[in-house]
């Protein structure tokens, strides 16, 4: 049986208090248990500032998981914060994908070079990153690779972001409010176009949103608070 | 083709082109600044060396050797005192010289020294060893009242083969003293009833001697002597006053007759100088007996011995402190260059804090980035030192153009391997240290809080 894309054990996170003597506050975060299986999506959903978006970047191993907080991260079987320094950050970009809300793509570059940017930190040799970028660029529709981010629409933006994400054919992807920036129409496509290409992959995908459109569109679905109970309670229903 | 870490430096150096190319060339000043002064610091020396030539020893009878090189090579002033013949033959016979050349200087031409010596002194003596007389027009002076003139002299004075000279006894103040009236400078006596002959324009030599004129020793112990004669003739309460170049002679030629060599007596034989080679090998410019010559004319208190070489490396043992100074500012320059590669990579940084956010989730590692930037600075640094480089074989070649022009110095402004590879290699540790500081705020970058979504 293959390891879980993400598991997550008795995480319990807080930011550090600035005041030592101020009395400690409540976890941001605190899951007793998580898992997702390989190619398994799962929508996160809840008010903002609750703590969403934080998860994902504890998961991602660039938030530290420092004392007081504590727990157990794994993604494909690995402790990500048992890594340290660039061992973390390279098992990172090989193993995670990441697509933000506003897209965050470098300047400067076109969009092809934006997705060669991620396969720099992989394993794939040097020579195939460009034939790779195009086509996932061209499997989500971007007909002009090398033009700058800037000239695309938003939602071509948001295309290159996700391939971008799915360059390195990660085990997990972390979408962070990726319909934010978006209009309904568009937020429709674009969560069907992440859905469909993790698939594709096999990756597995946690979307963080509070959009109300896309739980109807997650099999499985979850808030944090509900994540939080002993038992998390998880819904099912609605497409996959 | 892939992206790699080279690219993400280029395309961080072209986002920002306004900033890298002011920086660039920041430290390209610096480093041509720097590589100009080291090259003309060598240069000037070798050019001073020039002027000497294949002369070992340089007798006069001014008040120290340094004066007396100074005097005698460079031009500097007349000299104030006298050698007599039989003093030069004294000492040409009585050592192995494979030459000993006599020279009397303190007649000008339009400001310009004249130098009498024999046919000799284009024969035997060089400005240096690879650089014999040449003429551009015309040969050198044979006979009486004929006068050969140095490049710079003739190019200034418009003197042409062939043209009459009449010699200034004394030499012209300058300019502005002239038309300040100063009384106490009277105006140097010119020789009228003396016509001087151009047979010959020397080609450049790149030495003081480019700025010389050159006569035979009979002609100027006539003009000298006819002077005397008259000022004995016109003052004689005045007489045994010392032998003054600079004194004026308002007297009436005609109540003098003109003198003729066979007019001249022991008396009128003055020299300035004499120039001396020791013997030595063929192919060889040392000599085993030069220190014991030396020591030898040394003993004779009448006289100043100088060796030319030494005395000028002396000269630039005493103005090699403001060398250095030079040279310390222009490290500073470099520091300064430093500093801006570092302001420029710093204020960059709040605008790059995204970006450096995104290369880290997406799996750079902290080391990365903080190596990112570092190498970019030492990039801007290694583009200003070849910049550098360029711009200071451009402006060393200007530099030397102008010292020729103006001043007849052959400098020749060699920027050696070594020195071009050790400012450059100080250039880039130096811009790659400024990069240090942009560097570690790189490294710092908060992830998280620089990938909040922006408003």
């Not at chain 1, 049986?1 to 996170?13: E, G, Q, T, V």
């Not at chain 2, 060398?323 to 222009?330: N, P, R, S």
Request: charged letters at 20%; hydrophobic letters at 45%; proline letters at 5%.
């Amino acid at each position: 049986m293959p390891d879980p894309a993400l598991s997550i054990r008795a995480l319990k996170f807080r930011y550090a208090s600035s005041d030592a003597a101020e009395a400690a506050p409540p976890w941001t975060i605190d899951i007793p248990t998580l898992d997702l299986a390989p190619g398994e999506h799962l929508l996160l959903t809840g008010s903002s500032g609750r703590g969403k978006s934080t998860l994902l970047y504890l998961i991602a191993g660039v938030l530290d998981l420092s004392p007081p907080s504590t727990g157990e991260v794994r993604v494909a079987g690995r402790n990500i914060h048992a890594l340290r320094g660039a061992a973390r950050d390279t098992f990172r970009g090989r193993s995670i994908g990441m697509i933000f809300q506003t897209f965050h793509l470098l300047p400067g570059f076109s969009a092809v070079e934006n997705v060669m940017a991620a396969l720099m930190f992989s394993d794939i040799p040097a020579r195939e990153h460009r034939t790779r970028a195009l086509s996932l660029l061209d499997r989500l529709g971007i007909t002009t690779p090398d033009r700058d981010p800037d000239r695309l629409s938003v939602g071509q933006q948001q295309r290159v972001a996700v391939a971008r994400a799915l360059a390195c054919r990660p085990a997990l992807v972390l979408a962070d409010e990726p319909t934010a920036s978006l209009d309904p129409e568009n937020s429709a496509a674009a969560v069907e176009l992440i859905q469909s290409v993790c698939r594709e992959q096999n990756a597995a995908l946690l979307c963080v949103s509070h959009d109300p459109s896309l739980p109807s569109r997650f099999a499985r679905r979850a808030s944090l608070d509900e994540l939080a109970a002993p038992a998390p309670a998880v819904a099912s229903g609605g497409a996959a | 083709m892939a992206i790699t870490d080279f690219t993400i430096i280029r395309r961080s150096m072209t986002a920002r082109l306004f900033s890298t190319v002011t920086t660039i060339v920041t430290v390209a000043v610096s480093v041509a600044l720097m590589l100009v002064l080291l090259s003309m610091r060598d240069a000037g020396k070798t050019a001073f060396e020039r002027g000497s030539g294949n002369m070992h020893l340089l007798v006069s009878r001014d008040a120290a050797p340094m004066v007396a090189v100074l005097n005698g090579v460079f031009y500097a002033n007349a000299p104030a005192r006298s050698l007599t013949w039989d003093k030069y033959r004294q000492i040409a016979d009585a050592l192995p010289f494979e030459w000993a050349i006599p020279t009397l200087q303190g007649d000008s031409y339009r400001g310009f020294p004249v130098m009498a010596t024999v046919p000799e002194f284009f024969r035997d003596f060089r400005v240096a060893a690879d650089t014999p007389w040449t003429f551009a027009h015309g040969r050198a002076f044979q006979a009486s009242f004929e006068v050969v003139v140095g490049s710079q002299a003739a190019a200034a004075t418009g003197a042409r083969v062939g043209d009459t000279l009449y010699l200034t006894h004394g030499v012209e103040p300058p300019r502005q003293l002239r038309a300040a009236g100063s009384d106490g400078a009277a105006s140097p006596h010119i020789h009228t009833d003396f016509k001087f002959t151009v047979v010959g324009i020397l080609a450049p030599t790149g030495s003081s001697h480019d700025r010389a004129l050159f006569t035979d020793l009979t002609s100027s112990w006539i003009l000298h002597a006819q002077d005397k004669r008259e000022r004995e003739h016109g003052h004689e309460d005045e007489a045994d006053h010392d032998h003054d170049h600079d004194h004026d002679h308002d007297h009436d030629h005609d109540a003098e007759p003109l003198l003729t060599a066979a007019d001249l007596t022991d008396d009128d034989k003055l020299l300035t100088g004499v120039y001396l080679r020791v013997l030595t090998r063929d192919g060889s410019d040392a000599s085993a007996v030069l220190p014991s010559v030396f020591d030898t004319l040394r003993r004779d208190i009448s006289i100043t011995v100088a060796s030319p070489n030494d005395q000028i490396r002396r000269l630039f043992g005493i103005i090699g402190n403001i060398d250095q100074l030079f040279v310390a500012m222009a490290a500073v320059v470099m520091i300064s260059s430093s500093i801006a590669i570092m302001l420029a990579l710093y204020n960059s940084m709040e605008q790059r804090r995204r970006q450096v956010a995104v290369l880290r989730v997406l799996g750079a590692s902290r080391g990365r980035i903080f190596g990112l930037v570092v190498t970019e600075s030492a990039l801007l640094g290694l583009l200003g030192a070849a910049a550098g480089v360029i711009a200071a074989v451009l402006a060393a070649r200007a530099a030397a153009w102008v010292l020729k022009r103006d001043l007849g110095l052959v400098v020749s402004p060699a920027l050696t391997l070594e020195w071009v590879l050790v400012v450059c290699a100080a250039t880039v540790a130096l811009a790659a240290l400024a990069g240090v500081l942009p560097a570690m705020i790189a490294y710092r970058t908060p992830v998280v809080r620089s990938l909040r979504p922006l408003g």
